[in-house]
């Protein structure tokens, strides 16, 4: 029997949780799972949510945090391709837009369907194209010849 284990690396979908508490730390005993069994996994890297966190840092908005989550997200991402686990794109469109408020992050939800997906500008071909070229744009800094080739639309239907 072949198996395909996968896991959906992101906050909730309506973007509240914690970097650390629902990302990094479960992920750091997933991944230990895997290699302690010799499985391969593949994450799916929500990368929208990841742009708008990093967008929001570079400001100097902390969000809350002592310690920086976008360098801890691609630390992460890093060591599991290093590890020989897959790296893909997953793609929660209503991060299009998103704005940090005092109480988190206020989303587009009439974007949660990648099918409806609206946004002036902003094309379902660029959407795609900036999700791609990000996710290998960081997996290839640790491993040159990657390529992202998976996507999974979150709430596609």
Known sequence: MNLVLTFDYELFGDGSGDVFEHMINPTNEILRICDSHNIKTTLFFEVLEYLKIKEEWEKGNKMGYKKNPVQAIEEQIQQAALAGHDIQLHLHPQWV?????????????????????????????????????????LVQEVIPTYQCAILRAGGYN
Request: aromatic share 14%.
């Open 97 to 137: 837009g998103a704005t940090w408020q005092k109480d988190g992050w206020k989303l587009n939800m009439d974007n949660w369907r990648l099918g409806d997906f609206s946004y002036p500008g902003y094309t379902i071909e660029q959407l795609l194209a900036e999700g791609k070229n990000t996710v290998e744009k």
